[in-house]
């Protein structure tokens, strides 16, 4: 499986890519450097994407390998919300059905953050979980770049 790293503000990321696809974004530097057109694109497009947060980009994503059916309904919508806006754990599960915890395990298990906008999604009292290698503070540095605004904001 090949994938690319890159250095980012938040520290390096990792794209992984199988079948022409994105698959998965982690955070760390990957073992295999693999530059493929995908993949050399999406790290070029995250580059420019930390210094402009409106930047438009789509690649394929591959979520087939990951998740339940609920899980991806669940990532989808999270594509669906615009840069610099936020929508409570609540607001998404009274939207697709569900409970908020099912949505925050949806979130959770996000095999391509970022890319697949979980960050954006929020608790009425904070910024809820956040599974990045810095948690929280890695989610509302993100946030605070997209110029949304949140729950604890400063």
Known sequence: MPQLSLHSPLGPLTLSEEDGAIISLDWGWG???????????????LDTWFDDPAAQGAFP????????????????????IPVGQTVTYGALAAQLGGSPQSIGQAVGRNPIPILIPCHRVVSLQGL?????????DD????????GADFPGKN
């Open 31 to 45: 073992r295999d450097q693999t530059e493929t057109p995908l993949l050399s694109q999406a790290c070029s497009w």
């Open 61 to 80: 994503l591959a979520m087939a390998p990951f998740g339940t059916a609920y899980q991806k309904k669940v990532w989808a919508a999270l594509c669906a």
């Open 128 to 136: 809820g979980g956040y599974s990045g290698d810095g948690g929280v």
């Open 139 to 146: 989610k509302a540095w993100l946030l605070t770049l997209e």
